[in-house]
Structures are given as C-alpha cells and as structure tokens.
C-alpha cells in the first residue's frame, strides 16, 4: 500500500443504537485489507469507546481513519463542551454520564482509559465550549 487509505465517518450523536457503527465498519475494513486479529481488535475497542464517548458527552462528531504500511491513525473530533480535566477523566471509573445514560449501561467511566490502553500512543486536545479532538496511533509490527 503506497497511499495511504483513509476512511471517514459521522457519528451520529443522537442515537445510541447507532453508536459503534464506525468501529464496526473499520473492522470489516480491515479484515478485509489482511490485518492481523490483534491489530483490528485494539482499532475496534478505541474506535468503538471514542465513538460511546462521543454520543455520551458531546452530540456526535467525525472519526477520520488513515491506514498506512506502519500504522493506523485514528482522529476523533466533536464539537461538545470539552474535557473539564483530562487527568481525572483519564481515571478508571470517572464518569460524567448522565443517570439516564448509566442506566441504559453506558457512561461506565472506562472510555478514555481504554483508548488509551489499546493505542501506542493517544493525545488529547480539548477546550472547554468549543470541543475536543483525540489522536490515537496504533503500529503495525
């Protein structure tokens, strides 16, 4: 692959029965492209807990998906109210869902923590009113 491929999306902030439909056509996509099981499942788990975040805190957003010969790049943007304290939200189990969204079994507090677990390298960039946009990479070795 000598371009790299770049896949995009619209999460839809409004439907949590629609929530994870980019993770799980980026999966179909890369199985189809011969990536390894590892590889496709760490890109589905950060995929799938950015897009939940996305419809839980900030009314959808875009995933942007570039996949080159070294690495898959994965950059989530919303236009939500941003990130209050990313070193508290990066805490296991933080939580600023609604009870209406826990009780539908979501807003468990382990988003952040688990893009960042299953990425080689994530960062963060938010402000308060205007959104946040987070860059994930995971290499392929």
């Not at 929530?19 to 760490?42: H, W």
Request: hydrophobic share 40%.
């Amino acid at each position: 692959m000598s371009e790299p491929l770049v896949f995009h999306f619209e999460i839809d902030g409004e439907d949590f029965a629609s929530a994870g439909q980019a993770s799980v056509q980026i999966k179909k996509n890369l199985r189809q492209l011969g990536f390894s099981p590892e590889i496709i499942r760490r890109v589905s788990i950060a995929m799938y807990e950015g897009e939940i975040n996305m419809v839980i805190h900030a009314r959808g957003g875009t995933a942007d998906v570039k996949v080159s010969e070294d690495c898959i790049d994965i950059i989530l943007a919303d236009k939500g109210p941003g990130i209050k304290d990313i070193d508290q939200a990066m805490q296991e189990g933080f939580s600023t869902a609604s009870d209406t969204t826990r009780s539908l079994g979501f807003g468990a507090g382990m988003g952040l923590p688990n893009m960042k677990r299953y990425t080689d390298a994530m960062h963060i960039d938010t402000e308060l009113g205007v959104g946040t946009t987070v860059t994930m990479k995971i290499y392929i070795q």
